[in-house]
């Protein structure tokens, strides 16, 4: 009778990897001193992969990742015991509103026009709502707002290579303006859609946030951007400070803290009961917005055309308030 052979199992895509990461603490914990050839077959994966898999456990943890916060195992030939387990003693379970905020959060990437690797997002969406149960039923409907019909048609218009004629909304200064572009792509940053284009107006590159675009035409000429129109990099975001802006500082309290997270700061400095920060800003009308809408929690020092700004639109509401009705 010939002997036996072991049949390697072929090699899994590096996606799976972190789910079996996730329940390979508690598969072996269950099975002290298994060996590793048995636990690589009843895991589906090579014996090579496994010891890989266990170097990786090997420096995980809790923070602190000292004596007592990393995983711990004993190798004793070829057998392999877990001797602490760092927390992880089952595999992962999703509560009921971390897998709905899961299924929203899927569906609503699903929906993206653009997104790549469209596939992986359906797979992933499918395996959640399976082991979701009756929670994938949830009354829960995701749809983008009007604009991406939109982006398909400015899309398509880049595609075919015309200028276009934009009714464009500013937010930081709080205007409308009309220009003509010259596109040069579509991107996704930060979940909202941009067309990227050389603005003739403006004589520079310039990022178009498509629900901001109010009106727009596709022209007969073709879209010719000159040889100095790059593509940003936008890999930190769009909005990239510069020495170029004018720098905003100010007195922040405990309440208005959120603000060094929701914006990109320059300097933030522990005073006491305070913080002083300071951050560029494109416009210093949307940073006088800003401000008046924080409340007393935030009191700008500079610059002084700001401050004035401020103050004077201060002096005109208690002047209002003071007037009679």
């Known amino acids: 009778m010939p002997p036996q052979q072991r049949v390697t199992p072929p090699p899994r895509a590096s996606g799976d990897r972190l789910g079996r990461l996730l329940s390979l603490v508690p598969y072996l914990m269950a099975r002290p001193g298994i060996a590793m050839a048995d636990a690589a077959d009843e895991l589906g994966i090579t014996e090579g992969q496994l010891r890989s898999d266990l170097e990786l456990l090997w420096v995980c943890g809790l923070p602190g990742y000292g004596p007592g916060d990393l995983i711990d195992m004993v190798l004793d030939g070829d057998r392999v015991t877990i001797t602490h387990d760092a927390g992880i003693d089952r595999p992962l379970r999703l509560t009921q509103d971390e897998a709905l905020a899961l299924v929203v959060a899927l569906r609503m990437l699903a929906e993206t026009p653009g997104t790549g690797n469209r596939d992986v997002i359906e797979r992933a969406l499918a395996k959640i709502e399976n082991a979701a149960g009756d929670l994938a039923g949830a009354p829960v409907a995701v749809r983008l707002p ?39 792509r579509i991107l996704m940053v930060g ?24 009106a727009w035409s596709e022209l007969d000429e073709p879209a010719r951007p000159p040889a100095e129109a790059t593509p940003a990099d936008v890999s930190a975001g769009v909005f990239r400070p510069g020495p170029e802006l004018p720098l905003m500082t100010m007195r922040v309290g405990r309440g208005g803290r959120w603000i060094t997270e929701y914006y990109p700061v320059e300097t933030v400095r522990d005073d006491g009961d305070e913080w002083l920060v300071t951050m560029r800003v494109t416009d210093l009308g949307w940073a006088q917005r800003l401000l008046s809408s924080v409340g007393p929690d935030v009191t700008v020092t500079g610059p002084a055309e700001l ?18 009705g």
């Open 146 to 184: 009007a604009n991406a019909e939109r982006l398909e048609r400015i899309r398509a218009a880049v595609d075919r290579g015309h200028a276009l004629h934009l009714t464009y909304y500013t937010a930081a200064r709080d205007e409308t303006t009309e220009r003509t572009v010259d596109p040069m």
């Open 307 to 324: 401050v004035e700004r401020i103050r004077a639109q201060a002096t005109t509401a208690l002047d209002q308030y003071a007037t009679p």
């Open 191 to 214: 979940g909202k859609a941009y067309l990227e284009a050389w603005c003739r107006r403006a004589e520079g590159t310039r990022m178009f946030r498509i629900d901001r675009i109010d």
